[in-house]
């Protein structure tokens, strides 16, 4: 975690997962006492790599053991926090194709398949989940189709 000395605001590292199954649906949580949903993952410990930290956080919150070839790294994106003020986050988000069950643990209060194509409106997303990695999850999804016939 780090703080701005011009605007004060803090921003958290994060490794996060997009997480598509078959049915091109993206897995969502939500964590206790809160309500936005978002791609699973989490804050990265000091001597971590993201990496590392997502396997770490997959299996905590959703009994999820991967080897780390199954992991697609993507970028690191800046958003608005869900739910902390005047916070920032940095997260690197990687892919992560997956059918088999999940098993919600640790603070997950919740996790949803949500339709990539066409998210539920009265759900309530994180920024970064919102304006940034669904859209991107639909463009990934389109190129891997190739063009339409």
Same mark, same amino acid.
């Given at each position: ?64 053991? *991967?080897?780390?070839?199954? /992991? ?6 800046? &958003? %608005?926090? =869900?739910?902390? !003020?005047?916070?920032? #986050?940095?997260?690197? *988000?990687?892919?992560?194709? /997956? ?6 643990? &640790? %603070?997950? =209060?919740?996790? !949803?398949?949500?339709? #990539? ?7 309530? /997303? ?24």
């Amino acid at each position: 975690m780090t703080r701005s000395a011009q605007t004060g605001a803090t921003t958290l590292h994060l490794a996060a997962a997009i997480i598509v199954n078959d049915n091109e649906e993206m897995l969502l949580v939500r964590k206790r006492n809160t309500l936005a949903f978002m791609q699973p993952g989490g804050k990265i410990d000091r001597g971590e790599t993201p990496t590392e930290a997502l396997l770490r956080e997959l299996y905590e919150e959703l009994s999820i053991t *991967i080897a780390a070839s199954q /992991l697609q790294y993507i970028g690191r994106y800046r &958003a %608005e926090a =869900a739910n902390e !003020a005047n916070t920032q #986050i940095e997260a690197d *988000i990687f892919w992560l194709p /997956l059918s088999r069950p999940i098993a919600p643990a &640790a %603070e997950i =209060a919740e996790a !949803a398949w949500v339709n #990539i194509r066409r998210p539920p409106d009265r759900m309530v /997303l994180a920024p970064l989940t919102g304006q940034q990695l669904i859209p991107l999850a639909r463009q990934r999804l389109d190129k891997a189709r190739g063009p339409a016939e």
